[in-house]
């Protein structure tokens, strides 16, 4: 091997080598990697002690009950289906809206906006600093202006979805484009060479062929959406609800914000309970997630 | 006369057109383009939305609250029966967590960023890198809970020295964001890291560097705007988190410099008083905005730096 492969790679050095690397220089670079594997153990087993402290916390009470029942104020009948079906209408809604929004203005700002015009610069970085606004502003836009205010519609599913719609709008833009970009120029100019318009190259081959990493960022953004607990805190998400919503005007919770509920309880069994419904949630999120992963390796292997 | 072609959305000239069929395509075009320009318009649509919700209470409310009481007293109790307004507390609160969870998420998400750009194999690299897409997948009430009945009571009520910590502490609350915060280091600088030109990297090999001093005599220079901008992200969701703020460093605005004990943050203090069903228009609830107007008002000054570094020294390499 080479003498730069082997300084490289940190192995031994071949002995007519071994001066140019004093013993001083060589265990420092052990040691150094020593620190960043150490580092790594610590956050690897973080995560590891989280997971397993939870499943132990919760994994008595994780059965069909919990799912099937309500929450109670009884921790031993204390179920999460409101909550379930909360998620469920919300995190539902707030896609259905936020990624035609997105995906339309990823499109523009990839496909048809100049970039040297002053209001596509401003749009750019309106999106990058709205997607790092802290998540409990949109709770407190959505109580000044939703919940109370001209909407005015109080503690409902409705006003979640408008609120998670804002909150997620920026990743799922973000996403899109990046998406949107990563498909071959010369679909597009091949596509204009041959008469097409815009739209139309947009519609028939751009967007097609970017659809594998539109899907993974939209699954990605409504997990986030899924695990949103902090500006529902200031939308009424946290009330006792003990019914499954049927519209958009009714009353609801969600899991992350039940979960809050039951973890902050003074009764120490309800914490068993939060346990095994972060159980739930963590395992509905690592659905998604592995879904979005699998889509994007299928479809990473064909371009 | 030219034909300006459709799609650059220069005009046409409409009377050359030859033909309805290409005038109704022309009118698609321009009627989408519009629509998605409408669409777009959106996001800055809910910037001033947020600036229009946060500003007027937070400005009625320092009508009726005293600039010199705000920054001036160190006693937050603006939701008891005889308020008090002095916003040191939570700021403090703040900077506790912050700087606890800063000193945990920097040091480790950088050394997973070095692992993982210079020292990895791609075997390691195919391991490492979903374990931080699952860290940063995790919703911040799980965190909140981990750190309530697991860090709080096993690490820090057992080994911290100073005081006596109870239930809720911002020690504990920062451990755990730092944790929740190491991918966005990691993932950031990871990719200054990779941005690097491979000519620094090999040519310091060449000259005889080991490893560790081309992670930190090259690499990490060369990095640097990324990982400043990582940090400065870091610490700008520090700021900003709510949940596990609320969970594990409690809901007690005390003013104290230590760790150990609980404390509110600017951020759980919304999420507190929002909880707590505030009539509109009392200053109970005006406080929820000028608190919240200088929370926003903390994060954006932060992110606007961190784009600005970032594009500065990106043209380095350009």
């Not at chain 1, 997607?131 to 006003?159: H, K, N, Y």
């Not at chain 2, 992200?233 to 809901?251: D, K, P, Y």
Request: a positive charge; aromatic letters at 10%.
């Amino acid at each position: 091997m080479t003498t730069v492969e082997a300084v490289a790679s940190g192995d031994e050095l071949p002995t007519e080598l071994a001066s140019t690397v004093s013993a001083s220089r060589r265990a420092k670079d052990r040691s150094f990697q020593a620190v960043l594997a150490f580092a790594l153990l610590v956050a690897f087993g973080t995560l590891v002690t989280l997971i397993v402290t939870t499943l132990l916390d919760g994994w008595d009470r994780l059965n069909w009950d919990l799912i099937r029942n309500f929450p109670s104020a009884r921790p031993a009948k204390a179920g999460i289906q409101s909550a379930i079906f909360g998620s469920l209408w919300v995190v539902g809604f707030t896609a259905l809206v936020s990624l035609p929004l997105g995906l339309g203005t990823a499109i523009y700002l990839e496909e048809f906006a100049h970039s040297e015009q002053w209001y596509n610069r401003v749009i750019e970085i309106n999106i990058q600093n709205l997607a790092g606004v802290p998540s409990v502003v949109f709770g407190i836009l959505g109580l000044a202006f939703v919940v109370r205010g001209p909407l005015g519609w109080g503690f409902t599913v409705g006003s979640a979805i408008v609120v998670l719609t804002m909150l997620v709008l920026p990743l799922v833009i973000i996403a899109s484009r990046e998406a949107i970009r990563a498909v071959p120029s010369s679909l597009r100019d091949g596509s204009l060479a041959l008469g097409a318009t815009q739209w139309q190259t947009v519609w028939r081959q751009i967007l097609p062929a970017a659809i594998p990493g539109i899907a993974t960022g939209s699954i990605l953004s409504v997990s986030r959406a899924l695990g949103e607990s902090a500006p529902l805190l200031l939308l009424g998400a946290l009330a006792f609800v003990t019914y499954n919503p049927s519209s958009l005007a009714d009353g609801y919770t969600v899991l992350p914000l039940l979960i809050f509920k039951y973890a902050s309880d003074a009764k120490a069994e309800f914490h068993a309970v939060a346990a095994a419904a972060i159980i739930v949630l963590l395992a509905i999120l690592l659905t998604l997630n592995s879904a979005a992963i699998v889509i994007r390796n299928r479809f990473q292997r064909k371009g | 006369m030219a034909i300006a072609a459709g799609h650059t959305g220069a005009p046409v000239v409409e009377h050359l057109l030859p033909t309805g069929a290409l005038r109704r395509r022309y009118l698609v075009e321009r009627l989408v383009r519009l629509s998605l320009l409408i669409t777009a318009s959106l996001t800055v649509l809910i910037t001033l939305l947020i600036a229009a919700s946060l500003i007027p209470p937070a400005i009625e409310f320092f009508g009726e609250v005293p600039l010199r009481e705000f920054f001036g007293s160190t006693t937050w109790a603006p939701l008891f029966g005889t308020p008090q307004f002095g916003v040191w507390p939570i700021v403090l609160g703040t900077a506790m967590v912050m700087v606890t969870a800063v000193l945990v998420s920097v040091p480790l998400g950088l050394a997973a960023a070095f692992y993982l750009s210079e020292y990895a194999s791609p075997r390691t690299r195919k391991f490492l890198k979903p374990i931080l897409e699952v860290l940063a997948g995790i919703p911040t009430v799980v965190f909140g809970f981990f750190g309530l009945y697991f860090i709080n009571p096993e690490l820090v009520k057992r080994f911290w020295p100073f005081g006596e910590p109870g239930t809720y502490s911002a020690l504990g609350a920062g451990l755990v964001v730092g944790v929740m915060i190491i991918p966005i280091v990691a993932s950031v600088s990871e990719d200054a890291m990779s941005a690097v030109p491979s000519a620094l990297r090999d040519g310091a090999f060449a000259l005889g560097a080991t490893r560790r001093e081309v992670c930190t005599g090259v690499i990490f220079p060369a990095a640097l705007s990324g990982i400043i901008a990582a940090i400065v992200l870091a610490v700008s969701r520090a700021i900003g988190e709510t949940t596990i703020a609320l969970m594990v460093a409690g809901s007690n605005p005390r003013f104290t410099f230590n760790p150990g004990e609980g404390m509110q943050t600017m951020a759980s203090f919304i999420g507190f008083a929002g909880i707590g069903d505030q009539p509109t228009g009392s200053t109970g609830y005006k406080t929820i905005f000028a608190v919240g107007l200088l929370l926003f008002a903390i994060t954006f000054v932060l992110n606007m730096i961190s784009i600005r570094v970032v594009r500065r020294f990106r043209e380095v390499y350009e």
